[in-house]
């Protein structure tokens, strides 16, 4: 396992002077075998269920690959937003909104699509396999450029960038009251139900673009989008 620290109070992002947060992401395995799956947890911050999650798959995913046996590169983010998991206000918990702005941690990614159109523009053959590498690569471009403003949007383009090369992402919430249920885009609804099956989920919500552009949805609709 390679454990990897990023830097969220950067130029001008840090909230206080003299404060410094950073996330953390696990890597397993090896990009070598072709596949990258990225999993994160707690998005909103306070939802236990989706780190538990992770600190089990993190000692499996660690036994694993001690054992070599990870055919494809597994990229963990268990404690995916230290900045809400750090707004306690009053004894209570506060980790669906950005305090500073009120801005939902799950909205405000990079919306890729337009970048990429203009990016691409006779770059694209009829190699399938070539263009996933081109578009991926360019998508990487447009995150570089993305300048963040504040502590939270460099939380989220350092998400972003760590899942946007993945050819799996699963992003991990819980709710205060709720069946098992999984979202998704539409186009990837044949590729989740296997998926759905095995996690026996109640409610299955799809849709092409939900909108103010949620860590999710910055990672797939351009595909469709642009397909
Ligand atoms: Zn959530």
Same mark, same amino acid.
């Given at each position: 396992?390679?454990?990897?620290?990023?830097?969220?109070?950067?130029?001008?992002?840090?909230?206080?002077?003299?404060?410094?947060?950073?996330?953390?992401?696990?890597?397993?395995?090896?990009?070598?075998?072709?596949?990258?799956?990225?999993?994160q947890s707690a998005l909103h911050a306070?939802e236990?269920?989706g780190?538990?999650?992770? #600190? !089990? $798959?993190?000692?499996? =995913?660690? /036994?694993?690959?001690?054992?070599?046996?990870?055919?494809?590169?597994? &990229?963990? *983010?268990?404690?995916a937003n230290?900045?809400g998991?750090?707004?306690?206000?009053?004894?209570?918990?506060?980790?669906?909104?950005?305090?500073?702005?009120?801005?939902?941690f799950n909205?405000?990614? #990079? !919306? $890729?699509?337009?970048? =990429?159109? /203009?990016?691409?523009?006779?770059?694209?053959?009829?190699?399938?396999? &070539?263009? *996933?590498?081109?578009?991926?690569?360019?998508?990487?471009?447009?995150?570089?450029?993305?300048?963040?403003?504040?502590?939270?949007?460099?939380?989220?383009?350092?998400l972003?960038?760590?899942?946007?090369?993945?050819?799996?992402?699963?992003d991990l919430h819980?709710?205060?009251?709720?069946?098992?249920?999984?979202?998704?885009?539409?186009?990837?609804?044949?590729?989740?139900?296997?998926?759905?099956?095995?996690?026996?989920?109640?409610?299955?919500?799809?849709?092409?673009?939900?909108?103010?552009?949620?860590f999710?949805?910055?990672?797939?609709?351009?595909?469709?989008?642009?397909?």
């Amino acid at each position: 396992m390679n454990v990897q620290h990023h830097k969220l109070s950067v130029h001008s992002c840090a909230v206080t002077s003299g404060t410094q947060r950073e996330l953390i992401s696990l890597h397993f395995g090896s990009a070598e075998h072709g596949k990258k799956v990225y999993i994160q947890s707690a998005l909103h911050a306070d939802e236990i269920p989706g780190m538990l999650v992770a #600190h !089990y $798959l993190r000692q499996s =995913l660690t /036994a694993l690959d001690a054992a070599g046996q990870i055919s494809a590169e597994i &990229v963990l *983010v268990p404690v995916a937003n230290p900045i809400g998991l750090a707004q306690e206000v009053y004894g209570t918990a506060i980790g669906r909104f950005d305090l500073a702005n009120g801005i939902n941690f799950n909205r405000g990614y #990079h !919306y $890729l699509t337009p970048p =990429l159109i /203009a990016a691409l523009e006779g770059k694209l053959g009829n190699s399938a396999d &070539v263009n *996933v590498q081109t578009i991926r690569a360019e998508a990487l471009a447009a995150l570089q450029r993305w300048q963040p403003k504040s502590e939270s949007e460099q939380m989220k383009k350092t998400l972003q960038t760590l899942a946007i090369d993945a050819d799996v992402v699963l992003d991990l919430h819980c709710d205060n009251q709720a069946v098992m249920h999984l979202y998704t885009g539409t186009q990837l609804l044949p590729a989740t139900l296997p998926l759905a099956a095995r996690l026996g989920v109640q409610a299955l919500l799809v849709c092409s673009a939900s909108g103010d552009n949620p860590f999710d949805e910055s990672c797939s609709r351009h595909w469709w989008e642009l397909a």
